[in-house]
């Protein structure tokens, strides 16, 4: 149950890693604008700042999830890595939630953004519960 935990907690990491690089170093580039539906150079430019900030956001996510994996991948009982694991897989799904309810459109990123950290969270707790049984 802790691998599957951690499988699912690191696609959301690869997920919102990639979200960075797209809205933060990718912005202007045609493929990124086709798959955040952003047309012509004025809207890339208006949306530019924000786009960068929104996926620094992704990464401190990302981040604090992968800290949280590396601790639990070298203690499965480490307080400290499960706290910040299921902080970032939380944080993760809400952002998800958030996408759908503002978005409905965006469902389908908002599936991936939010349902395998939620189901991460869901079984690392579990995992968790069942090692202190």
Known sequence: MLIAALALLGFGVLFHGAAFVLESLLWGRPTTRRLFGVRGDDAVEATRLLAANQGVYNLVLAAITTAGLVLLMGDSASVVGATLALAG???MTIAG?????????????????????????????????????
């Open 89 to 91: 897989g939380a944080a």
């Open 97 to 133: 939630v958030a996408l759908l309810v503002t978005s409905r459109r965006a469902w389908r990123a908002a599936l991936l953004q939010a349902a395998p950290p939620a189901l991460g969270c869901a079984l690392l707790v579990s995992a968790l519960a069942t090692a202190g049984a």
